[in-house]
């Protein structure tokens, strides 16, 4: 073992603090003079890390789904959690039915109805629960067939079963990274109950991402349902999204459907980029500014 005087080790001391505000100063300078640098930094370092959750997060998953008294305990109460999370939800399924049901009806009867295209759709685990940029937004990992064309998957929109869960917006080669709906970076364009009214969902870094700017004298209503708009061609019509609800303050917020805090398996859609616009109805006068409600 080499060992060090103490002159020395008392002069190393005293040049860590300094050595560190250098090194910290020149990453800054270079991230300013390289904007995309630390994008290719990070994607390059999610790479690298998502083996690393994925094998730390290996040992947990196996316990919790393995065999013996343990294993049932966590069974047991994973059951119990998924049975609580349903009842509570059967509700909401109730007004998911109705407006999809009203929805296929209006679809019928649209003459100039264009059906929204097939996407493609990959499989990927979630392995990490980032922050960062992005304070909502997760890591998952991609499967080897994807490797070759993960640049397609930016903008893909992930869901999780239940609904709208985020969209990517970055992909490395062995991982992407998801921005959640209730990110604050989030925004939205979404229909509002069985008639569609516009809204825009905006995220709060919160557990219920809020509604603003709705067309003036039509607030949403309570339980109504959420869906995705084709509003700026971002995403497809008619994905579910959540539901709405007054909070405390009296401001309408949405309920997300998906499991956003228990997030383990996402599945990623890649719709083609022209997807279809909705053209404005000409018998409805158009509404001279947005309303907001504060």
């Known amino acids: 073992m080499l060992r060090l005087s103490v002159p020395l080790r008392q002069a190393l001391s005293r040049l860590t603090l300094p050595v560190m505000l250098v090194l910290s100063l020149g990453a800054v300078l270079i991230g300013r003079a390289d904007q995309g640098l630390a994008d290719r930094l990070r994607g390059a370092l999610d790479?690298?890390?998502a083996p690393a959750y994925?094998?730390?997060?290996a040992p947990v998953v196996a316990l919790e789904h393995?065999?013996?008294a343990i294993g049932q305990l966590f069974s047991l109460e994973a059951q119990n959690q998924q049975l609580r999370a349903e009842n509570a939800k059967l509700l909401q399924w109730q007004s998911v039915a109705m407006a999809l049901a009203a929805q296929n009806d209006a679809l019928k009867t649209a003459l100039n109805y264009v059906p929204t295209p097939t996407p493609e759709f990959f499989t990927a685990h979630v392995v990490a629960d980032l922050g960062g940029v992005y304070a909502r937004s997760v890591l998952v990992s991609l499967p080897p067939s994807m490797i070759q064309?993960?640049?397609?998957?930016v903008g893909a929109i992930a869901m999780d079963g239940r609904g709208v869960a985020g969209r990517v917006v970055e992909a490395g080669g062995r991982s992407a990274r998801v921005l959640l709906i209730t990110d604050l970076n989030s925004r939205i364009p979404v229909a509002l109950g069985v008639h569609g009214l516009s809204a825009l969902m905006a995220g709060t870094n919160g557990a219920d991402p809020s509604l603003l700017y709705w067309a003036p004298g039509k607030p949403p209503a309570e339980g109504d349902m959420v869906l995705t708009s084709a509003e700026?061609?971002?995403f497809?019509?008619?994905l579910p999204v959540g539901v709405v609800h007054y909070d405390a303050q009296n401001d309408p917020v949405v309920l997300p459907l998906a499991d956003i805090d228990g997030l383990r398996l996402l599945?990623?859609?890649c719709y083609p980029s022209n997807?279809?616009?909705l053209a404005p109805e000409h018998d409805v006068p158009k509404v001279a500014k947005p309303h907001r409600r504060h």
């Open 149 to 153: 064309d993960s640049g397609k998957l």
């Open 47 to 49: 790479d690298v890390l």
């Open 232 to 234: 700026g061609g971002a």
């Open 236 to 238: 497809p019509p008619g």
């Open 267 to 269: 599945w990623l859609f």
């Open 66 to 68: 393995g065999s013996g």
């Open 54 to 57: 994925a094998l730390v997060s």
């Open 275 to 277: 997807q279809p616009v």
